[in-house]
């Protein structure tokens, strides 16, 4: 997924006044918040409100298509077009998201992207120039009941494996269309979105242990995580 996130360097003659960043995932629902920014180009405008959820999965149309964001938080705090951009404050002042995107079809609910997600990706970009996303190079799908049964799993879960792109770790690994991923590094994989996230929160040059299902078999292959 995209964060639509970039690093500015200013050339000043004197220091310039900053804003400490805060910590989301100390953030509790219910806890008062404070947007900063430019609605409607009304600049210096500042809204106050509640954290109303945190970990929401939001689909947010562009002009390139549907943008997924996995991970933001809800806020009752007035964010409307224009705001993009601008920090979420808590009360001690502190930036602990960035005002990203306004749900058109309702009224009262915005969304926030947590400085936990911010925080690694502005490392990556100082230190390298760049974000390095972690590959693993398979397509996958959601394990239902029928395809439970017709794959001989006593459960309903893991990834199940529909293409594998050539040259990739995946490949380089022996990973196969219909292979089943059921664990990684002994953490079990619930669904698809479970296995890109736990992918996500690798880094290139991780050597991972993947558990697979295949031909009703369970076996251990071992694939190291390349960039994207």
Known sequence: FDLDLAVIK???????????MGD????KVGEWVIAIGNPYGLDHTVTVGVVSAKGRPVNIPTDQGMRRYKNLMQTDTAINPGNSGGPLLNLKGEVIGINTAINANAQGIGFVIPTTTIQPVLDELIEKGK????????????????????????????AIVTDVVQGSPAEKAGLKRGDVILSIDDQPVKDAEDLVNQIQSKKAGDKL?????RDGQTQYVQVTISER
């Open 131 to 158: 974000v390095v996303r972690p590959f693993l190079g398979v397509s996958v799908q959601d394990v239902t009941q029928e395809l439970a049964e017709y794959f001989g799993l006593k459960e309903v879960a893991g």
């Open 209 to 213: 242990v993947l558990l697979l299902s």
């Open 10 to 20: 200013i050339k000043a003659p004197k220091p310039l006044p900053t804003l400490k």
């Open 24 to 27: 989301s995932d100390q953030v």
